[in-house]
């Protein structure tokens, strides 16, 4: 059975702060993995990661994958209090239906 | 384009009663699914389609009934439901080839 999980559960910092989320997966025939941030409503993707190993960066966030322990990190720069959110990882594997297995979520409180 | 739009936004049910979620998508994906997502397990498959006419369970399919009558609708029903079944509900689409699925803004579902 797939498996993702993500640490720590939740995270207080306040602003300014930099913040790294951890991501680790079990994933049959793992194809990618997403992470996605969701505030008071719709989870909003952010970056899709492959084996390449190729860092993904936007603004003060990026993300790399690491193959070889399977497991994948956010780092969030110079936090501000709109970072606050659940930012979840999901593992894609080949499935035919394009499955994405999550994780339990990381929750980050921003304080001024 | 609106993307994915999921209705009613809230809804409060008593124990038994039925009822039907309504996605629908403007972005022509062949790709549809319904989550569920409870404090502290992330979000977990309900059901999937693969393209119209067509539906399959997925990890916790219990409860549960989905028609995919036009390719951009996709139903979910609860028949008689059940206080476990107080959840949020998301629906999200994806293009065939692609990794990213893109999410409603979900569903509040309470069943006394």
């Known amino acids: 059975e797939d498996k993702v999980v993500q640490s720590p559960l939740s995270l207080v910092v306040h602003e300014g702060d930099t913040v790294t989320l951890n991501c680790s997966y079990e994933v049959t025939n793992f194809r990618s993995l997403l992470w996605y941030k969701q505030e008071k409503k719709a989870p909003t993707f952010l970056f899709m990661l492959?084996?390449?190993?190729i860092e993904k960066k936007s603004g003060r966030l990026s993300s790399i994958l690491d193959k070889k322990e399977l497991s994948s990190i956010l780092n969030i720069t110079a936090t501000q209090t709109g970072d606050s959110a659940i930012y979840l990882c999901?593992?894609?594997?080949?499935?035919?239906?394009?499955?994405?297995?999550f994780g339990q979520g990381t929750i980050l409180t921003v304080h001024p | 384009n609106a993307g994915v739009t999921q209705t009613p936004k809230f809804r409060v049910l008593k124990t038994g009663q039925s009822m039907t979620l309504l996605c629908a998508q403007d972005?022509?994906?062949?790709?549809m699914y319904w989550y569920r997502q409870d404090p502290g397990m992330g979000l977990r498959l309900i059901h999937y389609?693969?393209?119209?006419?067509?539906?399959a369970k997925g990890e916790v399919p219990d409860g549960y009934n989905v028609s995919r009558l036009k390719k951009q609708n996709f139903l979910l029903g609860l028949e008689s439901a059940a206080p476990s079944q107080t959840s949020v509900y998301f629906c999200?689409?994806?293009?065939?080839?692609?990794?990213?699925?893109?999410f409603g803004p979900g569903t509040r579902l309470t069943v006394l």
């Open positions: 389609s693969v393209g119209e006419g067509t539906t």
């Open positions: 972005m022509n994906h062949e790709y």
């Open positions: 999200a689409s994806r293009l065939a080839g692609a990794n990213e699925q893109f």
């Open positions: 999901a593992g894609a594997g080949g499935t035919s239906y394009g499955k994405l297995t």
């Open positions: 492959t084996s390449s190993g």
